[in-house]
């Protein structure tokens, strides 16, 4: 049974950082697209990061410079370096997995972990 679980979030203060992190078990790690989505209260899960078995990584505009996404294939872990928090990054993190392609920002990610939730406060 594939299983993902999230952790490392918290609360800071903006301008602080955060690693979060995701632990994947039951599968073939390398063998998937991954991704960190988040949501806000009152607002649509987004995306915020992907990467592929290749390497290749992608980021939405919001975070792009601020947030990194990387991983550690030993360890079948995926972790999302954020630094330079902002209030509006305030929202529960879900890491994702789905099924490997070129592109993994058209994947339909089908595994999802219970999330971890970060609170970015003046």
């Known amino acids: 049974q594939v299983q993902l679980m999230e952790s490392g979030g918290g609360s800071v203060q903006a301008g602080g950082s955060l690693r979060l992190s995701c632990v994947a078990s039951?599968?073939?790690?390398?063998?998937?697209?991954m991704a960190w989505f988040r949501q806000a209260p009152g607002k649509e899960r987004e995306r915020v990061a992907t990467?592929?078995?290749?390497?290749?990584?992608s980021s939405e505009d919001s975070v792009k410079g601020r947030f990194t996404i990387s991983e550690d294939n030993a360890k079948n872990t995926l972790y999302l370096e954020m630094n330079s928090l902002k209030p509006e990054d305030t929202a529960m993190y879900y890491c994702?997995?789905?099924?490997?392609?070129?592109?993994?920002?058209?994947?339909?990610?089908?595994?999802w972990g219970q999330g971890t939730q970060v609170t970015v406060s003046l």
């Open positions: 990467l592929s078995n290749n390497g290749r990584t």
């Open positions: 994702a997995a789905g099924p490997l392609a070129t592109d993994c920002r058209r994947v339909v990610f089908g595994v």
């Open positions: 039951g599968y073939r790690y390398s063998r998937y697209c």
